[in-house]
């Protein structure tokens, strides 16, 4: 029987199959999941910033996108998983709260926090292969490495297969 792991926010690990891997309270934050489809082995990180530098206290690697990626590809290394192989899947980053007016030049945390995983994609050349993002719901997230199948669930908005 398989196991469901757990990661919890500002959190991350790693999963091979038969076992899956979920993250819950998916709001402004970002599910990020890391998966080599050859070994059926993923990363999953539970992001709650975009920028560990923009922050003085800023330990839990596992917080912000910059490092929490970093991390999840240093763990997989360990697995024996090439980055070339590392393909991505993201939900989150939705707008919980109203923004002001008078702040509507400032992008929410959720776009931001979706734009620094996309931009930190990008200079690894992991391929973005679906994304559930944004709106103003949060999300709960299951990834099956056996399928490379996630699952968004979504109170009021049901489940969905990316």
Same mark, same amino acid.
């Given at each position: 029987?398989?196991?469901? +792991? #757990? !990661?919890?926010? %500002?959190? *991350? ?5 038969? =076992? ?9 934050? !970002?599910? $990020?999941?890391?998966? =080599? #489809? &050859? ?13 560990? &530098? %923009? ?7 596992? &917080? /912000?996108? =910059? @490092?929490?990626? =970093?991390?999840? $590809?240093?763990? *997989?290394?360990?697995?024996? !998983? ?7 899947? +993201? ?5 919980? /709260? %109203? ?6 030049? +400032?992008?929410? !945390? ?5 734009? %620094? ?7 690894? /050349? $992991? ?19 056996? @399928?490379?199948?996630? *699952? ?7 489940? &969905?297969? +990316?």
């Amino acid at each position: 029987m398989s196991n469901m +792991i #757990k !990661v919890g926010m %500002a959190d *991350l690990n790693i999963c091979e199959s038969p =076992d899956a891997i979920t993250t819950i309270g998916l709001g402004s934050c !970002v599910g $990020i999941v890391l998966y =080599d #489809k &050859k070994t059926k082995i993923c990363g999953l990180a539970h992001i709650m910033l975009p920028d560990s &530098k %923009a922050i003085s206290n800023n330990q839990n690697i596992a &917080k /912000f996108a =910059d @490092t929490g990626i =970093d991390e999840l $590809i240093r763990r *997989l290394r360990e697995k024996n !998983v090439p980055v070339e192989r590392l393909t991505a899947k +993201i939900a989150g980053g939705a707008q919980m /709260f %109203a923004v002001s007016t008078v702040r509507n030049n +400032i992008l929410s !945390v959720g776009d931001r926090n979706v734009i %620094a995983v996309k931009e930190k994609l990008d200079s690894l /050349f $992991i391929p973005l292969l679906a994304e559930d993002t944004g709106a103003n719901y949060g999300r709960t997230i299951e990834f099956y490495p056996e @399928t490379g199948m996630l *699952l968004v669930k979504s109170i009021g908005k049901g489940e &969905k297969y +990316i």
